[in-house]
């Protein structure tokens, strides 16, 4: 069964400091990872995602991520924190190696990131 | 929000009288899926469609219906309400079934009192 952690509930970062959102994931093949985030009242957006290739992938409002498949883990950063950034983050599994039909995504939990002026 | 609506925004029903929540998607994607999510669980997938009269079950579906007769309709339905499906319920789409990622609506916010 494919899982994601996200340990930390809530991320405090002053406001230009860089910001780290962790996750680490659990598939029996190779993964799709995803990073969503959730502004107050409203609906998930997409920041980015791992396919293939570069373990480093850049998304959107500046927001990167590494993926580091012997860590199983795929951390969120920013290298400057915006008060805007303040929202709920959330990261997010496929195995790609589970053929045919619907392809499970598994969310974690979500990580509120609270940036502090 | 990717042409997608949820209707209603919000709502509290009484506990046994059946809920019907609508999505509606402008852009005439295939896949179509319902989530709940709750404080501590993230988002727990309850329904998903491939099609029109397609669907299947996900992980929470023990209560809940769905019906899929255009493909630009998705309905959930609490057949009969309980307090355990207060909830936040998010519908999504995705363009295909291969490694994109998901588009979501903004939510509707149920109360079973």
């Known amino acids: 069964a494919q899982s994601v952690a996200q340990p930390e509930d809530q991320v405090n970062v002053a406001e230009g400091n860089p910001l780290t959102v962790k996750c680490t994931y659990s598939?029996?093949?190779?993964?799709?990872l995803f990073w969503y985030v959730q502004y107050p009242n409203r609906g998930l957006q997409f920041l980015l995602k791992?396919?293939?290739?570069?373990?480093l992938v850049k998304g959107s409002y500046g927001f990167e991520a590494e993926f580091n498949k012997s860590q199983t883990s795929f951390h969120l950063k920013k290298p400057s924190a915006l008060v805007s950034d303040s929202a709920l983050y959330f990261c997010?599994?496929?195995?790609?190696?589970?053929?045919?039909?619907?392809?499970?995504?598994?969310f974690g939990i979500g990580t509120k990131l609270q940036v502090i002026p | 929000d990717a042409g997608i609506t949820q209707s209603p925004r919000h709502k509290v029903t009484e506990t046994g009288t059946p809920v019907t929540l609508r999505c509606h998607q402008t852009?005439?994607?295939?896949?179509m899926y319902w989530y709940r999510q709750d404080p501590g669980h993230g988002l727990r997938l309850i329904h998903y469609?491939?099609?029109?009269?397609?669907?299947d079950k996900g992980e929470v579906s023990d209560g809940y219906s769905v019906s899929r007769s255009k493909t630009e309709d998705f309905l959930l339905t609490l057949e009969s309400a309980t307090s355990s499906q207060t909830s936040v319920y998010f519908c999504?789409?995705?363009?295909?079934?291969?490694?994109?990622?998901?588009?979501f609506g903004q939510g509707t916010r149920l109360t079973v009192v």
């Open positions: 999504a789409i995705r363009p295909d079934r291969r490694n994109t990622e998901a588009f």
């Open positions: 598939v029996s093949g190779n993964p799709y």
């Open positions: 791992y396919i293939t290739g570069d373990n």
């Open positions: 997010a599994v496929r195995d790609i190696g589970i053929p045919g039909g619907y392809q499970k995504v598994t």
């Open positions: 852009e005439n994607h295939r896949y």
């Open positions: 469609s491939y099609g029109v009269k397609d669907t």
